[in-house]
């Protein structure tokens, strides 16, 4: 099946610096969706990204999908974005499931 | 924005008895899924639903594992006598169509304490 990996798998960081959280994965894909786990393990949605750019807020993601890895960038970081972020695919074939990498542990501190 | 709601929140069983969790879908999807969640691990598929069979699922998805839709607006996850192991959270998923680009939306999850 498809593999997805992730890095780097912890960053500590100052708030307000900026971070770049890498998601590589091994095939094409229909669906790339960036998830953030809170500390109450909610799973909140981030992205539904296959393929090009989107901004939301403090958080934008670029796919390129022609050399399979996405980028997830935190600007000015807060330490409401403390948590793990998961980077999810869904491959080309008939089903719809989600490959979830390892994730990445971020920590902010104030 | 519509949401995938789970009941419960919280679970602890004894090891041995059976589990019921229970999803509510956004009222338009017709995928379901359940993914399982050890602590400290990744996110792992077991199983997809569409119209009342399941689609697929995973070497994890055992016997001890049923799913259903009961009713027009539920779906459930039974857990027939609940091991140590399964111990996780569990999350109710749902997307409109099962075209792998659709975006697949996630409940809160239902931790699972098995003693």
């Known amino acids: 099946g498809i593999q997805v990996e992730q890095s780097p798998p912890d960053l500590i960081l100052q708030e307000g610096a900026n971070s770049t959280l890498r998601c590589n994965f091994s095939?094409?894909?229909?669906?790339l969706q960036w998830f953030h786990q809170n500390p109450w393990g909610q799973l909140i949605n981030l992205f539904y990204?296959?393929?090009g750019t989107k901004q939301n807020g403090r958080l934008s993601a670029t796919t390129v999908a022609t050399e399979r890895y996405s980028l997830l960038y935190i600007s000015s970081s807060q330490t409401t974005d403390s948590g793990v972020y998961f980077c999810?695919?869904?491959?080309?074939?008939?089903?719809?499931?989600?490959?979830f990498g390892k994730g990445i542990t971020l920590s902010v501190r104030p | 924005e519509p949401e995938v709601t789970q009941t419960p929140s919280h679970q602890v069983t004894q090891m041995g008895q059976e589990v019921i969790l229970r999803c509510v879908p956004i009222?338009?999807?017709?995928?379901f899924y359940w993914y399982r969640q050890i602590l400290g691990q990744k996110v792992e598929f077991l199983v997809s639903?569409?119209?009342?069979?399941?689609?697929?699922k995973s070497e994890i998805f055992d016997d001890q594992f049923s799913v259903e839709r009961p009713d027009g607006s539920n779906f459930t996850l039974k857990i027939r006598s609940t091991k140590l192991e399964d111990s996780a959270m569990y999350f109710c998923?749902?997307?409109?169509?099962?075209?792998?680009?659709?975006?697949?939306?996630f409940g809160e999850g239902s931790w699972l304490t098995v003693v």
């Open positions: 009222s338009n999807h017709l995928y």
């Open positions: 639903f569409y119209n009342n069979e399941i689609s697929e």
């Open positions: 990204i296959p393929s």
């Open positions: 095939d094409s894909v229909n669906n």
């Open positions: 998923a749902s997307s409109m169509t099962g075209w792998s680009g659709n975006t697949i939306y």
């Open positions: 999810a695919v869904g491959g080309t074939g008939a089903n719809s499931k989600l490959t």
